[in-house]
């Protein structure tokens, strides 16, 4: 019963609503404007509402529900408060449409937070206009290109991008034109050197580096890499999901960084399962400041407003910014306070170097370094089982999976993220799970090829799935 559509527990002329009776005469609305069709409703009672929704709700897995160690993503405990000052109605009830003069509370956040990341960063200036990581990789490159065009530097066509990067960094490059240069990881997990310098030339507009890499690696070397790019007249632009990491006490800036964006929805929780919503600020040295997306915002005469840089990339998004996740940023920011700001990098690394430790006797270890905020394995050392396997017998243990299969370096990637909420607990319960799934691959491998077996649905045909999928709610119905 409780694994139906909505439709499927429909009976005709079933509601659970009632209306008011009607004080006003009924007007039918002219033939062009009604539709030809039934509208096609389920009739169904309040009960049926409730239970179909709760029980759908309870088949979800977030991350109030356990721990959701999905590397990259930082699936972080977003705390309330965040939400609550979200909802307040003197927020959630403004008009992206209203003049200016009467969101000043609004623009005020804007302009704190953009203070505030600009502190954390070193940048200059901020904008909100991004609506995700990969909406702000786009902006800073058109950023990057015009700061180049206005230069009269048009041969600058060329991005390198590392092969580990996150897949985001090679398509926001793509779609501003810029040729991709890939450059290989060494031995130890971190950009080669000397690569780099073979690959250097006055055609390069830049290069997108994400530090901590993907591999949850600090790059050692960031201040000789911004050198060398820097000195063929390239710009540095820093990819800031791994933020989380450094927040406090390492900025951007310093590491020789001219872009920069940040997902508040990871560093700064706002909860971004299933793809939203999030906010991507990009933000800028000194020198780039003009050419930042208008509108933008600006204090003049005690009063804030919106104003149109003629020097600026243009317009990239319909509003201003996506302002409940900002809001929900500046909240916690605000929770934290200076004070306690480091203490999420310091905890989210010796949470990761913890899980190593612990379980690098059982996994494969390929890169055995001090990792950042993440820690990536290669599969089981005994290769009884894939990591596959192993994700999907985790969901018999009732955690989420860590990410799997990325970075690509790697064929058995298994890219854990605890972050810094978890208490040694609940990072001890998830190790212990996952020393057991190693010992049943010993013993009784066939437990990990078939399972997940306490879930919903078992094991997904994921071939076809991919190939064929099924998205309509019609056909479902025909099959
Ligand atoms: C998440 C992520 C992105 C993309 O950010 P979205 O907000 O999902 O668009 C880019 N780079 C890295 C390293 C990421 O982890």
């Known amino acids: 019963m409780y694994n139906k559509l909505i439709f499927e527990i429909s009976k005709p002329g079933r509601i659970g609503y009632s209306l008011p009776k009607t004080e006003v005469p009924s007007f ?34 977030g991350v109030d529900q356990g721990f959701y160690p999905l590397g990259s ?10 939400e609550e000052v979200a909802r307040n109605a003197n927020f959630a009830s403004i008009h992206p449409l209203q003049p200016p003069t009467t969101v000043q509370g609004a623009l005020e956040v804007y302009a704190t ?9 070193g940048m200059s200036a901020f904008t909100f206009n991004g609506f995700a990581g990969a909406h702000g990789e786009l902006i800073g490159l058109m950023i990057m290109k015009e700061y180049h065009m206005k230069r009269n530097d048009t041969k600058r ?35 080669d050197l000397d690569e780099l310098k073979s690959v250097m030339s006055d055609e390069v507009a830049g290069m997108m580096l994400t530090n901590p890499n993907t591999l949850g690696l600090f790059e050692t070397d960031i201040l000789e890499i911004s050198k060398v790019v820097h000195e063929y007249g390239g710009l540095m632009y820093y990819d800031g999901a791994n933020l989380n990491a ?51 915002v600006r204090k003049v005469n005690g009063q804030f407003e919106l104003f149109y840089n003629p020097q600026s990339i243009g317009s990239v998004s319909g509003f201003y910014g ?20 480091a203490q999420v990098a310091k905890y989210a690394v010796l949470n990761a170097n913890y899980i190593k430790e612990k379980l690098k006797g059982h996994y494969k270890l390929p890169i055995d370094d001090n990792f950042m905020h993440e820690v990536v394995f290669d599969g089981l050392i ?41 208490s040694k607990e609940t990072l001890d319960a998830f190790i212990e799970a996952m020393i057991k799934i190693a010992e049943e691959a010993e013993t ?29 709610y019609r056909d479902t119905l025909n099959d």
């Not at 800036?253 to 399962?273: C, V, Y």
């Not at 996506?322 to 700001?341: D, H, I, P, Q, S």
């Not at 090829?449 to 991919?466: C, G, I, M, N």
């Open 28 to 61: 039918d609305l002219p033939n062009e404007l009604s539709r030809e069709e039934e509208l096609l409703m389920p009739e169904v009672s309040e009960l049926d509402v409730i239970r179909h929704f709760t029980n759908l709700s309870k088949k979800n897995y």
């Open 73 to 82: 993503c930082t699936m972080k405990y977003n705390p309330k408060i965040n």
């Open 113 to 121: 937070l953009s203070d505030y990341l600009s502190e954390l960063t």
């Open 157 to 191: 066509t060329k991005i390198i991008v590392p092969l580990s990067a996150h897949g985001t960094n090679p398509a926001s490059s793509a779609l501003v034109d810029f040729e991709i240069i890939g450059i290989k990881t060494n031995e130890k997990g971190l950009v």
């Open 246 to 296: 450094l927040l406090g006490l390492v900025r951007p800036q310093d590491m020789g960084f001219d872009i920069i964006h940040l997902n508040l929805h990871k560093t700064f929780s706002t909860p971004h399962g299933g793809g939203g919503p999030g906010a991507g600020p990009v933000g800028v040295n000194a020198d780039l400041v003009d050419f930042l997306p208008n509108p933008q």
């Open 322 to 341: 996506n302002f409940l996740v900002v809001l929900r940023a500046f909240a916690y920011l605000l929770t934290l306070g200076k004070e306690n700001v």
């Open 382 to 422: 005994s290769e009884k089982a894939t990591t596959l396997d192993v994700a999907k017998r985790l969901l018999d243990y009732g955690y989420h999976p860590p990410t799997i299969y990325f970075p690509l370096l790697f064929h058995q990637s298994l890219m854990i993220e605890p972050t810094e909420v978890e």
């Open 444 to 472: 009784d491998v066939e437990l990990l090829k078939t399972a997940p077996h306490h879930t919903v649905v078992r094991r997904l045909d994921e071939v076809t799935a991919a190939r064929n999928p099924i998205l309509k």
